[in-house]
């Protein structure tokens, strides 16, 4: 890499049992190979002319005439191309992955950049690495799209997609008399933020303290039977792919008395994470938001803020307390008042099985199998990518287009365990809190006497007036699930993976870290710059393979990752020039640590030498000292 230190044999993850990604003997071959690659040494090296197999993998002969790069078997699992492309970082190889067709029964899927499932059943995308001896070898690949990489490309810029959470809106917001100091990260100094928090959660406490304000009408606790509700492809549909269509959504839903939302997200890990899709669906229309669409990311706030917070309208959500509530609120600024949630209602029946699609199942619902294919499929995809796809789309309106009817439902059953008295009367029969299968409702069509029963219960509900307790939990636990604001986490360093691994290998030092916590100040500024999450600007794995491969140029950079994050690629910016000083500046550190580790050998013989010199003239005293008293004495 340039660097001038001695080169030493690369010693990758060495696990054992029946999931080693490559034993150390194979991890020997494979960098001898991508060294004679380099060197394109192929006339000495005989071995490596002709392909080799690692673990019925066919590593492809090396020619003196290889072309501008070389596919590597594409049945490698992930963590074994993890680890090439490790060796390639480490000996200097530009590499890269590229996608291929295959069958899904060969490709491995225990790992975040696993293969998307295609709409073709029988195929679906698998990767294999490419490597090259100069960055624009790739030059055909990624023009043609077959080259994967690390993260897909948003169609608008990260600058466009501003987290409201992380904005310093005294920039936009405020009086310009208004003087906010920002002291530290940008997400402890917006006041703007703090003082909309602090309101809006005063209020969500309100009806945590009076859950039956959320129950707008008695005719919420009215049943209906959900095999009778439109199916999907016959319920209009409104994508929203401009601020026009947004804006004509805002006004539709406005009003309504309740409406049900989802979202779907891109979410690697618990620190940071972005809003790829937002559904909204009433009793009339389904709603599906393309936030990445121009303008749209910018709007969403502005144009419905109003109505979740709106307290006299319902909004019916499944376990929104997951990362529901706090993306809404770190992306958008929006809060969710007045919420049913779906999944805390089942909760509180006591349902075997509390997801949406098993939720839908329950109820009998026509579609359900349907629904539980497009989730197994679409659930964990990569939502950043677009376009978007029709099955894509389709499981997000399923997603909302049931919740309102599954909240009558729910409402219903936990009005009815209130009235367990009455199933000698044939109303319903209740056990353990959960209305049993003989008042299910897939007969109500043809079966006169269920529909009766149904009416009966509405009957002696909506006569009653009265909410039970089981009903006052659900709604307590949905509206403390609307506290649950966003909040900045700091990562835990020294709990990630790749530095545990480094360390495990004696690849990370005390340098190491001292360069790392720089690197993540730097990204720190940054991101307060952009006004952005500080793993948007620069991913965490980046900064930590920077900091392990240390390069002082930007091709050495380029050989550890190719495609770098956004903001790096940005030339006006000059943060390649600013990431690239913090390294050259760690290797001024090395020399200073070795002169530290030399001055205290000397150090202590500057010291120990006098001391025992003054010792043995003090001895030496003493002992005439002694002599003397001794002679004086006789």
Not at 147 to 166: D, G, M, N, T
Not at 370 to 377: C, G, N, V
Not at 405 to 412: D, E, F, G, T, V
Not at 589 to 598: A, H
């Amino acid at each position: 890499m340039g660097r001038g230190r001695k080169r030493r044999n690369f010693r990758g993850r060495n696990s054992s049992g029946g999931n080693d990604p490559f034993t150390p003997y194979h991890m020997e071959q494979i960098e001898t190979y991508l060294l004679a690659y380099l060197k394109k040494d192929t006339e000495t090296n005989d071995f490596y002319v002709k392909s080799f197999t690692i673990e019925k993998h066919a590593f492809p002969k090396l020619e003196l005439d290889d072309g501008l790069y070389i596919t590597l078997p594409d049945g490698l699992s992930n963590k074994q191309r993890r680890i090439v492309h490790e060796i390639c970082s480490y000996v200097g190889l530009y590499h890269g992955s590229i996608d291929v067709e295959g069958q899904a029964s060969s490709v491995p899927s225990d790992h975040p950049n696993s293969p998307d499932i295609c709409d073709n059943k029988e195929t679906i995308k698998k990767r294999a690495c490419v490597i090259a001896r100069v960055n624009d070898a790739f030059g055909p690949l990624y023009s043609s799209g077959r080259l994967a990489i690390p993260s897909p490309q948003l169609p608008v810029s990260v600058r466009e997609l501003k987290p409201w959470f992380y904005r310093q809106h005294s920039r936009y917001e405020m009086s310009q008399s208004t003087t906010v100091e920002f002291v530290g990260d940008v997400w402890n100094a917006d006041m703007h933020v703090k003082k909309t928090t602090k309101k809006m959660r005063a209020t969500l406490m309100t009806l945590v303290d009076y859950p039956d304000k959320c129950l707008n009408d008695a005719t919420s606790r009215k049943s209906k039977v959900i095999s009778t509700v439109s199916s999907i492809s016959d319920h209009p549909m409104l994508f929203v792919d401009s601020v026009e269509k947004l804006e004509k959504c805002a006004q539709e839903i406005s009003g309504a008395k309740e409406f049900a939302f989802d979202l779907e997200m891109h979410n690697p890990s618990p620190y940071y994470g972005m809003v790829c899709l937002l559904q909204l669906a009433t009793i009339e229309k389904d709603y599906v938001i393309d936030v990445f669409a121009p303008g749209v990311w910018g709007s969403v706030g502005r144009c419905l803020r109003k109505s979740f917070e709106d307290s006299s309208v319902v909004k019916v959500g499944h376990a929104i307390g997951g990362m529901d509530v706090p993306a809404l609120h770190r992306d958008f600024g929006i809060f969710v008042v007045n919420a049913f949630d779906t999944y805390e209602a089942a909760r509180t029946l006591r349902m075997e099985k509390v997801g949406l699609a098993a939720l839908c199942e329950y109820y009998k619902l026509e579609s359900s199998e349907e629904y539980a294919k497009l989730k197994s499929q679409y659930q964990r995809c990569d939502w950043r990518k677009r376009p978007l796809s029709e099955p894509m789309i389709q499981y997000g309106r399923y997603d909302v287009r049931y919740l309102i009817y599954l909240r009558q439902l729910l409402i219903r059953d936990l009005s009815v365990s209130y009235w367990g008295m009455y199933a000698p009367n044939g109303l319903v029969q209740v056990e353990n809190g959960r209305v049993e299968e003989q008042t299910e409702y897939e007969a109500a069509v043809v079966d006169s006497d269920a529909v009766n029963r149904s009416v009966e219960i509405d009957a002696v509900i909506e006569e009653n007036n009265v909410v039970s307790d089981s009903l006052i939990q659900a709604l307590v636990k949905s509206q403390k699930n609307c506290l649950r604001f966003w909040a900045h986490k700091e990562e835990v360093w020294m709990k990630n993976d790749q530095i545990i691994s480094a360390i495990r290998r004696n690849k990370w030092t005390k340098l190491h870290s001292r360069l790392f916590e720089d690197l993540v100040k730097w990204r720190y500024k940054v991101a307060i710059s952009e006004e952005i999450m500080p793993q948007i600007a620069c991913p965490t794995s980046l900064l930590i393979s920077v900091v392990r491969g240390r390069p002082t140029c930007e091709s050495s950079l380029r050989r550890i990752n190719p495609f770098l994050p956004e903001l790096l690629e940005d030339e006006k910016c000059n943060y390649i020039e600013e990431l690239l000083v913090l390294v050259r500046a760690s290797f001024d550190d090395d020399y200073l640590q070795d002169e530290k580790e030399q001055r205290p050998s000397s150090s202590k013989t500057a010291f120990y030498v006098p001391l025992f010199v003054g010792c043995g003239i003090a001895l030496a005293v003493t002992a005439t000292a002694a002599l003397a008293l001794r002679r004086s004495r006789r």
